[in-house]
C-alpha cells in the first residue's frame, strides 16, 4: 500500500515503470475514476498505483488520437498491422531508444526505457525523498537495490564531502 508522504514525490507526472511492466498494462487495468492503474511487476506482483493527472491525459490523449482500432485489450498497440499488444518490454524498449536518438541523447550508461526510471529516481532524490520512498515507489524488495540510485545524485552528493586538505581537489 502507498504510504501518504510518497504521494507527493510521486505527483511529478512520471509512474517509473520497467518496459515490461508498460507493455502489459490492458485498457481494463485503469480506473478513471479513483485514478489508479494496475501494474503486473516483478515477481508476479500486482499492484494498483495512483495515476498522476499529466499520466492519464497522455493516455486519454493516445486512446483518442493514436492508438490504432483493435479488439486487443493491450494498452499500447504496435501500430503495423496486426494491431496487437508488444510481445515484451523489448519492444518499449526500442522506442524509448529511437525517441532518445532523435533527442540527441546519448553517452549514458543505462539506456531505453530503464533510463527514464533512473531519470525519475533522481529526480526523486533531488526534490527530498528518501531511498526507502524511492524503492517502494519503483517495486524493490530490498534497499540493496534502491542503493544504486544513490550514486546517481554526483551534485548533491559533492555537497556532503569536506574539502580537501591543502587545498588540493
Not at 532524490?125 to 534497499?143: D, E, F, M, N, V
Request: glycine share 10%; hydrophobic share 40%; net charge positive.
Amino acid at each position: 500500500m502507498w504510504k501518504a508522504g510518497l504521494r507527493h514525490y510521486y505527483d511529478v507526472g512520471q509512474l517509473g515503470l520497467r518496459a515490461n511492466e508498460v507493455a502489459a498494462v490492458t485498457l481494463d487495468d485503469i480506473e478513471w475514476r479513483s485514478g489508479t492503474m494496475l501494474v503486473r511487476a516483478k515477481g508476479r506482483q500486482q499492484v494498483r498505483m495512483p495515476m498522476p493527472p499529466a499520466v492519464g491525459t497522455a493516455i486519454a490523449t493516445y486512446l483518442r488520437d493514436g492508438r490504432p482500432a483493435s479488439n486487443c485489450r493491450r494498452l499500447f498497440l504496435r501500430t503495423l498491422a496486426p494491431s496487437a499488444g508488444f510481445a515484451s518490454g523489448g519492444a518499449v524498449t526500442m522506442i524509448a531508444n529511437a525517441a532518445l536518438k532523435r533527442a540527441g541523447i546519448s553517452g549514458y550508461a543505462h539506456q531505453g526505457a530503464h533510463l527514464f526510471r533512473h531519470s525519475l529516481a533522481t529526480a526523486l532524490l533531488r526534490s527530498g525523498a528518501t531511498l526507502s520512498q524511492i524503492g517502494q515507489l519503483l517495486g524493490h524488495k530490498s534497499h540493496d537495490a534502491t542503493r544504486i540510485y544513490a550514486k546517481v545524485d554526483i551534485e548533491a552528493l559533492r555537497t556532503l564531502s569536506h574539502p580537501w586538505p591543502g587545498g588540493a581537489q
